[in-house]
């Protein structure tokens, strides 16, 4: 459902305010440290005696960079020195055997994705060591739709490289790029050049991958309309599969790195919308449907088609087109999410580093959903994923009067339906392709977490 037209500017500056990324329900800030090692081995006993066995996805979290960018706000570790990647490996692949022999055989792996930092930190030998371990202990599936992917920085990886990565099984990748104009890349520290970058891409198609998504920011210093434009240009005549085109969320008393930036050369909030809507017009001129959120994709491509059969979903690695999963974090700061369970692995190294060392599953904090917790999650990824609710479905399933239950998230939508973002109908509550702009507007308002009693934490704002 792409929109026909962009939003105007005085919506987007009205509903330009803080608000979760919806990658879960409720959120990680939620998370709690009472949540530990037997409960999530309790959640993991609990999802093997589902009657039709669920599949797995498995995420790698790789921390290590060889240099900063300056916009990050990612967990990573800055350094150069490769002999770190053995140590780590070393323990990820206890990790890997402990959680593993903890799920039935007969579950299996329809998705594997490394994330970072910098995954092509390890060198493709290294990857497939961690990848045959995890053979070793967990079944993958031989489905068509099987994914293997890997984010890659194209600074610190050759065609050739990809071609080992092919051989390892990968079959997607996702490169960063965020601008190709010299001055904001100068701004961030990350000068990559388009040359590089094509190269990467070229060869993954050489090489047969599935689809091939690159990332770009809005909102960085020193970015204008007339050099953005430059760069969507570049990068439409690359046509890759997919596109996320992120908002870049300044949080410096955060996020360390991003105090290396000078806040003078931010663009104004008038210059970002202005960023949003050249990105989104050009985009959607150029053939890529609007997933949703930041998500773009070519209609042929698998994100495109699972929102178009309503198989869309959303978790921590983004949209995503395998629903039917539970996810299984690895690594220092990974979060899983097994049946009504999340949890997360410590965000610091040394914490990761010991719990591995003492045979233990390294959670750090998490949360058993409540039912409460349960539907309004689905209702959230819903409208993230399809922008529509049947009210019914959700009334058969949870045995509820859905104007009854959320009276007050339907009161609150009012103002958005006034607006053009929403349409009630009967039965029926349709986000408008206006709407599809301002999805986490939308979904706040079925966000139990948000209400004026609550605590809030801080989130990135909304455009």
């Not at 803080?18 to 999802?47: K, Q």
């Not at 706000?73 to 140590?87: E, H, Q, V």
């Not at 994914?147 to 092919?166: M, Y």
Request: net charge negative; with cysteine.
């Amino acid at each position: 459902m792409s929109p026909t037209a962009p939003i105007a500017a005085d919506l987007l500056r009205r509903h330009d305010r803080p608000g979760p990324r919806y990658t879960s329900y409720p959120t990680a800030p939620h998370f709690a440290a009472d949540f530990g090692e037997p409960a999530l081995r309790e959640a993991i006993t609990a999802s093997n005696g589902d009657p039709i066995p669920r599949r797995l996805s498995l995420y790698v979290h790789v921390p290590y960079c060889m240099s900063p960018c300056f916009y990050c706000g990612c967990n990573r570790i800055i350094t150069r020195d490769k002999a770190r990647s053995a140590p780590y490996i070393a323990r990820l692949k206890r990790e890997i055997g402990l959680m593993a022999g903890l799920f039935d055989r007969d579950r299996e792996v329809i998705q594997l994705h490394f994330g970072g930092g910098t995954p092509n930190f390890f060198n493709p030998a290294e990857l497939r060591d961690i990848v045959d371990e995890m053979r070793r202990h967990f079944r993958f599936s031989d489905a068509p739709d099987r994914d293997i992917s890997i984010e890659l920085d194209p600074r610190f990886v050759t065609p050739d490289d990809i071609g080992a990565l092919t051989a390892i099984g990968f079959n997607r990748a996702s490169l960063g790029v965020q601008d190709f104009d010299p001055d904001v890349q100068a701004a961030v520290n990350r000068v990559q050049s388009v040359e590089e970058t094509r190269a990467v891409v070229d060869a993954c198609r050489e090489h047969g991958f599935h689809s091939v998504n690159i990332d770009l920011i809005h909102g960085l210093p020193k970015q204008t309309v007339e050099g953005f434009s430059k760069t969507l240009d570049t990068v439409i005549d690359i046509r890759p599969d997919r596109l996320a085109v992120y908002s870049y969320a300044h949080l410096p008393e955060l996020f360390k790195a991003q105090r290396q930036l000078n806040a003078y050369d931010l663009p104004s909030a008038e210059t970002k919308i202005a960023l949003l809507h050249l990105a989104i017009a050009r985009l959607v001129d150029a053939g890529y449907v609007y997933v949703g959120m930041d998500h773009f994709a070519l209609p042929d491509d698998e994100l495109a088609l699972a929102q178009a059969r309503g198989g869309l979903h959303r978790n921590f690695m983004g949209y995503t087109t395998h629903a039917d999963s539970d996810l299984v974090g690895l690594g220092v700061s990974s979060i899983s999410h097994v049946g009504d369970t999340f949890s997360q692995n410590p965000r610091t190294l040394p914490e990761w580093e010991l719990a591995i060392d003492e045979g233990k599953l390294p959670v750090w904090r998490g949360l058993r959903m409540s039912d409460d917790d349960v539907l309004r999650g689905e209702v959230i990824q819903q409208l993230m994923c399809q922008g529509r609710i049947d009210k019914s479905r959700f009334e058969r399933r949870f045995d509820i009067d859905f104007d009854d239950y959320f009276s007050e998230a339907l009161e609150q939508l009012q103002p958005l339906v006034g607006e053009g973002l929403v349409v009630l109908q009967r039965g029926v509550i349709q986000v408008t392709s206006q709407g599809r702009f301002l999805l986490r507007i939308i979904a706040m308002c079925f966000d139990a977490y948000l209400s004026p009693a609550a605590q809030t934490p801080r989130f990135s704002k909304a455009i």
